[in-house]
């Protein structure tokens, strides 16, 4: 396709679909939670038992990345991205008719692929389908939906919920993802039929699809649920020794099979392992703080929900503004180097709200929030163009299922480890809810060495970045 004016339209509508898929990803990982105080009342279940709805899509969405990505090399984008829109619609149909907690779980199971494939794919469409010149800028859009759709989900799904019912949360869906399929259809370029002819030719590594998927999900799970089971419980060790094995054998199975569903490969180059090295360490206190935030504003400023809901906004609203614009600055300036200021000026402002947030007034925090929020603009759109940049053309999806998958381990580990040193503060003999409500001090300290480890941890980014930026190897793409 070539970067003609009259083909510009077409490109916008490409950039939309995908910027739509990013954002419906994020708002259903976000919608749902405020309404399951409803859903446990509507069908007489516990809080425990309605949890499932949440983790089942986290579940999936994050374990099927990696087999999603190598479907789409192998079968072509336009037709995983297709199908992945038609999972997540029909999934979010079947969650609003479901007669029982069940159906909806197994339904949230659907959705939850029908994420996965739209996650997986939509960053490879951006390089594969785009001239070089507005790859950036297009990147800032998609990381614009994502903020945006993590932003509105919360005050989104309660507005639906208290005015109409919970099961629209899940319906509101369904147009949208019809117009969505439409659009795909209409506007991504078809792929030639080699990648199906060579998935019959060649085999695919059934074996190693299911070790992954059951590795990743095993690891996810001990993530999540190890502050409510305990991390030394049976449960929680059982699950990441079982993890561990079960990944150690599928990185063992991908050396040796001829067509593995990772491509090692990948990892072959520097520049591809620090920027997703880096990545992984910067979303650590992206997720720790989106974690902790709430509970500071609410214990430590004695704010409402709602009202703390607000204040977190100011984030995503800078977020919004400046992405597309740090994307566009990425098509004409060396992404590592936008990246080496960005998680600098990121870990700064960590270390500075963690020596300020015990000050009064709202001050610091929106000074935090607003720093923030302008660090990591500049740093996930050019960041997310870099590495699609170091992928060999031919294997963009499995580029971006790593990616992804790296990324949301990272955002799972992030929650843990932050959760970890928050409680690490607090007296050996309570929960940490009860004394957030009751020890003012001592959750503050709390605070303040979760904000300096996320500090910590974006100085290791920092480091990663500054290696790429430092290399004479310039940002191409690796050798097929």
Known sequence: ??????????????????????????????????????????????????????????????????????????????????????????????????????????????????????????????????????????????????????????????????????RWVFLVNVPFGILAMYAVMKYLPDEDKRSSDGLRKAGFDILGAALSFMGLALLIYGLNMGRSFGWTSQRILGSFIVSFLLLAVFFVREVRCKEPLLDLGLFKSFHFNAAVASTFFAYMLLAGNSFLLPFYLEIGKGLQTAAAGFVIMIYSIIYMAVGPFAGRISDRVRPSLLCVFAVLSVSLCSFVFAFTLSSPGLVPVIVFLVWSALSFGFFISPNNNQVMS????????????????????????????????MSGSLPADSSPMPVLSTIREASLAGFKNAYIFGGVVCVIAFFFSLLISRSKEPNNQLKR
């Open 390 to 421: 170091l992928a060999p053309h031919d294997r963009q999806g499995t580029a971006s299922g790593v990616f992804n998958t790296i990324n949301s381990l990272s955002l799972a580990l992030g929650v843990c480890l932050f959760e970890m040193i």
């Open 1 to 166: 396709m070539s970067s003609q004016p009259e083909h510009l339209p077409v490109y916008r509508w490409i950039v939309v679909t995908v910027t739509f898929a990013a954002f419906m990803s994020k708002l259903d990982s976000y919608i749902v939670n405020i309404s399951l105080p409803t859903i446990a009342n509507r069908f007489s279940v516990t809080s425990s038992e309605v949890s499932w709805i949440v983790l089942v899509y986290l579940l999936v969405s994050t374990s099927t990345l990696l087999l999603f990505g190598k479907l789409g090399d192998r079968f072509g984008l336009r037709r995983v991205f297709f199908l992945g829109y038609l999972l997540f619609t029909l999934g979010s149909l079947l969650c609003g008719l479901s007669p029982s907690l069940n159906t909806l779980i197994v339904s949230r199971f659907i959705q939850g692929a029908g994420c996965a494939m739209l996650t997986a794919i939509a960053f490879a469409i951006i390089p594969k389908f785009l001239p070089q010149e507005i790859i950036g800028w297009a990147f800032g859009m998609a990381a614009t939906g994502a903020a945006l759709g993590i932003a509105v989900g919360a005050p989104v799904g309660g507005i639906i919920t208290g005015f109409l019912s919970w």
